[in-house]
């Protein structure tokens, strides 16, 4: 069970109805407050309430305060609470449902990783640097790192959270970053091919111009847990899906690939960060509606939803002309291994 605390400031003639709307969510700790020390006299209203709640009474907080009125609500992670909360193992509780975060807290985290601003960009170039050095060489540590500091997964989250939520601002920042990340990375990848005065049959390089239906398994089970480790707060495990989703390696690897005159090479990596890219944000937008992340508002909402599947069908549609292509282009070649690390 993880806590969060919500921390409210509100005109002072709503303090009761705070409070009634704290212990409608069965919340674990309620404390109210006045300041009669202003002009304006003001109301705090601290809650202690599961990750789960947070959403719900935030939602009511902001139906039942209004827009016009002056009024702030802060959400708090919650490192240990003593003496601990008693429930019954029974308790309000659902197996997927579970310790979801808010719609807010997801919506910060994932807008951070969609900012095309300089440190995205810097983090792009040298991370595929890195990748390249670690490609070529056929070194696999430096491949893994480079996975590791790569922020192109992030504006991929947020193009299927901005869906789900309607959000054209965010849809559109996230994909600006999107091209601009993989366009700076081919750029890169393919400057290194002309610098480079080796050969190119390293097998981390070569392994990843030919893709197998593994890759499509990988990339949408990737996705999911990329997204489920946000809302359930696991950000470490985000790491882990960075290096198994792998985006920039095959970027690089097409870059490389266009630098070195390989036009083969390079649609085989090519049609591998297709299915990566796609695969993430088809199974980032199923987890985003299954844990029912949307709009506050009704009619928000309503217009949401044809995004929603505007987007799946379009996801769908690409995913299934990459399994074609993956039929006609998958050609083996001798002493290379199903597309890896």
């Not at 109805?17 to 020390?37: I, N, R």
């Not at 379009?314 to 890896?340: E, H, N, Y």
Request: proline content about 4%; charged content about 15%; hydrophobic content about 55%.
């Amino acid at each position: 069970m993880t806590l969060r605390v919500v921390e409210v400031t509100a005109p002072e003639g709503y303090a009761d109805t705070l409070k009634a709307l704290a212990e409608q969510q069965e919340a674990d700790d309620v404390f109210v407050g006045l300041d009669g020390s202003v002009e304006e006299k003001r109301c705090f209203v601290r809650v202690v309430c599961e990750t789960k709640q947070v959403q719900g009474f935030t939602d009511a907080v902001q139906q039942a305060v209004g827009r016009g009125e002056d009024w702030r609500a802060v959400v708090l992670p919650v490192e240990a609470m003593v003496p601990k909360p008693e429930r019954e193992a029974a308790e309000r509780r659902s197996a997927f449902a579970g310790s979801t975060a808010s719609r807010e807290e997801i919506y910060d985290e994932v807008a951070r990783g969609a900012e095309p601003d300089s440190s995205f960009f810097i983090l792009v170039i040298l991370s595929a640097i890195v990748a390249g050095i670690g490609l070529l060489d056929d070194n696999l540590a430096v491949v893994i790192g480079a996975m590791v500091i790569a922020p192109l997964l992030g504006p991929n989250l947020a193009f299927a959270l901005a869906t789900a939520l309607g959000d054209r601002e965010l849809m559109i920042r996230s994909m600006v970053s999107n091209l601009a990340g993989i366009s700076i990375t081919l750029m890169v990848g393919a400057a290194t091919a002309l610098v480079w005065t080796g050969g190119f049959t390293a097998h981390q390089l070569v392994s990843r111009t030919v893709t197998g239906y593994d890759a499509v398994a990988l990339a949408l089970a990737s996705g999911a847990a990329a997204v489920l480790s946000l809302i359930t707060g696991l950000s470490s495990a985000l790491v882990g899906v960075m290096v198994a989703v792998a985006l920039m390696p095959p970027a690089v690897t097409a870059g490389i690939m266009l630098g070195a005159g390989d036009w083969q090479g390079a649609i085989g990596a090519a049609v591998l960060l297709g299915v990566n890219v796609v695969c993430v944000n088809l199974a980032a937008q199923a987890v985003f509606v299954a844990k029912g992340i949307k709009p506050r508002t009704w009619w928000e909402q309503k217009a949401s939803r044809a995004s929603v599947i505007t987007n799946f069908v379009m996801w769908g549609v690409l995913l299934a002309a990459l399994v074609v292509a993956i039929w006609w282009l998958r050609l083996p070649l001798p002493g290379v291994d199903a597309p890896g690390f």
